[in-house]
């Protein structure tokens, strides 16, 4: 059914094709959700509706029913007490925009996608404000989105620039966000919005995702629950800094707004010009948080993420195993290893590089990405044809929006870094680490040519990590003029935009990895470009329960790189076996971060077997829906999720104790998304027992599993000295006809 659809109740006008017609009602409709507009001509743009799917003849009486009949794109000026989305100062001073629609049309989009736009403009001035709506066929996501277009005589202002706005009912509302910091990423915050202004911002400049996300969820029903109650889901695409607020007022509604952060970055827009805001990502679910999980992860992976619906490699990098003590011997002996062990492709992290100043630290070298022959005599040709023999991929670590102080290119081009005029510029990582301006189209050229010389000279080259392990330390562009410094955080992010689409048009079979310090970059700005993002540079296996559960709220399995590291752990000195990293890491887009040399034997043929056991589910894990079942946030002693294809024909469970005491009463975990009339055979993977859980091969009906699951025991029966206080099972689900 086509997603987008108008109709009229009172007046014979609609939207055919791409045509224009003066529009009353507005529907766009996904299977699942509607979202409903009055944009009269003539009058200002209202949201009715945004919620559950309506029929046409709710619609019709929707007004009656005491619809929300809101702006919904609210502009600063008339009324001002009111939080706005946009607020402007026009050529002539005037700090008021009143905007009534002038038009509202619909056009397919490339990929399949419909595109509503209701043009509106100021009723005084030749400013315009066009608000985007765009459905994909079979996708309960609605990305709006508004372009401004100034035709005033001179430059207008953009004080706030708004992606979009959202009207949610006043009551017992729980907003969902992710909140931590370096190494404990992805922390899950649970509240209830109370009057005032709730504000989730960030201010990296060049990261986003570290401390607060741009993604939230609010419960309309109370507390937020896994798999019930009615969630609205939004997600800010956009890697810069963002701004995320809801003013609960004294009127009948929490004021969602989400958009650029305008804060220091107040835009001249010059006659002419054009401005167009990053896409705002709503979805709604009755199915509670993993119901709008499920809807973020397939828009993401079908429109969103790069290469979305391509499996992913199981990889082993080289960071936590070696450090900077890369060389041709070490690397040869870990591709040689993780090939060994069944992976598919090598990652050589930092430390490659540099020919005058080598990097042996983290305090030189960033801009100098030529291979340092004395680690590497034969080059990355020798690596390669190391990596070909042994029958796997190679990737290679690169940061290329930074620069050291101590590098040829800072000595060539001190004038590329970000800095404050008549200051020292301030100096991150290493004490000399330094960001490097990519407003300035000149860095934009030499950041593709980094990845393109690469990649033209080494094709063979699999898998890109791009790092960015600086902030913005210093508000000054040297490229931008005086009279607009304030451009300079949305310029960064344009001028990464405009080289990441070259290098995608250029090179659009490579992996690469988003990294930021760790999880700085999880944001769905930044994913069209992008495969994956590692989610923490801490691989605490324990900690990451925490961590990769938050993040699966608003990214899916496939884009969360999780990896098997060494024990005892180098971020926590937590000592877990190998078998739970493992299962934990079999949970995300797995890998390896050790020195494989390090490992035992046994510890090696549980890794053996775990990447034996992930190819068997990597369909499941990475394409499939999640469920989550019991969150480790509950204070249960365990944390359970899986996933299941959309087909309802396999699954894979995952179980994790994530405390131990004696005498121990943990919840029986009853599963989720099964088909209840299907009939499963349950299979336990990475199976360290030695003797097979109860219901190994057994085939449990969908219904059964749903309401009665199965019971897990608390430890395993294996030999003495291999019984640690963790315990975690993953169970493969298959049907039987
Ligand atoms: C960052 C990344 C790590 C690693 C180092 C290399 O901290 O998050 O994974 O690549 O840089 O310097």
């Known amino acids: 059914m086509n997603p987008l659809k108008l109709i009229i109740p009172f007046a014979a006008l609609y939207i055919i094709g791409g045509a224009t017609v003066a529009a009353e009602i507005v529907n766009i409709s996904t299977p699942r959700t509607s979202l409903v507009l009055d944009a009269e001509k003539g009058g200002a743009l209202k949201i009715l509706h945004y919620g559950d799917r309506l029929t046409d003849a709710d619609i019709a009486t929707l007004k009656d029913a005491g619809a929300i009949n809101r702006d919904a794109y609210p502009v600063y000026g008339i009324f001002p007490q009111s939080e706005a989305a946009l607020s402007v100062t026009h050529a002539d001073g005037n700090m008021t925009t009143d905007v009534e629609v002038v038009d509202v049309t619909s056009a397919p989009g490339a990929d399949g996608s419909t595109v509503t736009t209701v043009a509106m403009r100021d009723k005084v001035y030749p400013f315009n404000v066009n608000v985007n709506y765009r459905t994909y066929p079979g996708e309960d996501v609605i990305e709006t989105w508004v372009d401004l277009s100034n035709n005033e005589k001179g430059t207008v202002k953009l004080n706030r620039f708004m992606s ?11 907003l969902s966000q992710l909140y931590g910091s370096w190494a404990n990423e992805g922390k899950v915050d649970e509240a209830p919005l109370t009057h005032g202004v709730k504000m989730i911002k960030n201010k990296d400049g060049v990261r986003n995702s570290h401390t ?34 809801i003013d609960t007022d004294d009127s009948d509604y929490h004021h969602f707004f989400a958009g650029i952060n305008e804060e220091n970055s107040t835009y001249n827009l010059k006659k002419g010009e054009s401005f167009k805001t990053p896409e705002l990502a709503l979805t709604y679910s009755d199915e509670g948080l993993s119901g709008v999980s499920r809807n973020f992860h397939r828009w993401g992976r079908n429109y969103r993420l790069h290469a979305g619906n391509k499996e992913r490699k199981i990889l082993l990098n080289s960071w936590e195993g070696v450090y900077f003590a890369i060389n041709e011997d070490v690397m040869a002996g870990m591709m040689e290893d993780i090939a060994s062990m069944g992976g598919e492709l090598f990652v050589m992290d930092d430390g490659w590089f540099g020919d005058k100043y080598p990097r042996d630290v983290d305090n030189s070298s960033l801009g100098d990405w030529v291979v340092d022959t004395r680690k590497l005599p034969n080059g990355i040709d020798g690596l390669l044809a190391t990596a070909k023999k042994n029958g796997v991929k190679f990737g290679i670590w690169i940061e290329p929006e930074m620069t050291n102080s101590v590098s040829e290119l800072y000595e060539k081009h001190p004038e590329y870094i970000i800095k404050a005029p008549n200051r020292e510029a301030t100096m991150g990582r290493g004490g000399t680490q330094l960001v490097l301006d990519m407003a300035n189209p000149k860095v934009q050229d030499i950041v593709f040519t980094i990845v393109d010389t690469l990649m033209t000279k080494y094709p063979e080259i699999d898998y890109i990590k791009w790092d960015a392990n600086a902030p913005i330390m210093d508000h000054g562009s040297q490229y931008l003029t005086a009279d607009n410094q304030s451009h300079l955080y949305i310029d960064y992010h344009r001028g990464l935009e405009k080289t990441l689409d070259r290098i995608r048009a250029a090179h659009p079979d490579v992996t690469i990895q988003a990294c930021a310090s760790g999880g700085g970059r999880a944001n769905w700005g930044i994913l069209p470009w992008f495969d994956e993002f590692w989610v923490s540079d801490n691989n605490d296996a324990l900690q990451r329960v925490y961590m990769q559960w938050g993040t699966s709220y608003f990214f899916p399995a496939i884009a969360m790189a999780s990896h098997i590291s060494a024990s005892p752990n180098h971020q926590t000195f937590r000592r877990i076996p190998v078998k739970f990293r493992a299962d934990v890491a079999m949970s995300g887009r797995l890998g390896l971060e050790m020195q494989p040399k390090d490992m035992n034997e046994e510890d090696k043929a549980v890794c053996r077997q775990a990447i034996a056991d992930y190819k068997k589910i990597r369909p499941v894990v990475q394409f499939g829906d ?10 249960k002693g365990i944390a359970s999720l899986m996933y299941v294809t959309p087909e309802k024909d396999e699954a894979v469970f995952y179980w994790w104790k994530i405390e131990t005491f004696m005498n121990q009463q943990l919840p029986r975990v009853t599963m989720a998304g099964l088909d209840p009339d299907k009939m499963y055979k349950v299979t336990e993977l990475n199976r360290i027992d030695n003797e097979p859980l109860p219901y190994e091969g057994k085939t449990f009906s969908g219904r059964y599993l749903m309401s009665n699951g199965l019971e897990m025991p608390l430890t395993y029966k294996v030999d003495y000295h291999k019984n640690t206080d963790f315990a975690s099972r993953v169970l493969r689900l298959q049907e039987v006809k």
């Open 164 to 174: 979009g706005y959202l009207p949610v009912r006043y009551g017992d509302v729980w």
């Open 212 to 245: 607060s996300h741009a993604e939230v969820m609010l419960s309309l029903d109370g507390k937020a629950q896994e798999n019930a109650g009615r969630v609205i889901g939004a997600a800010l695409c956009y890697p810069g800094n963002y701004k995320v607020m």
């Open 626 to 635: 999640i469920y989550r079942l019991v969150s480790p946030y509950d204070g």
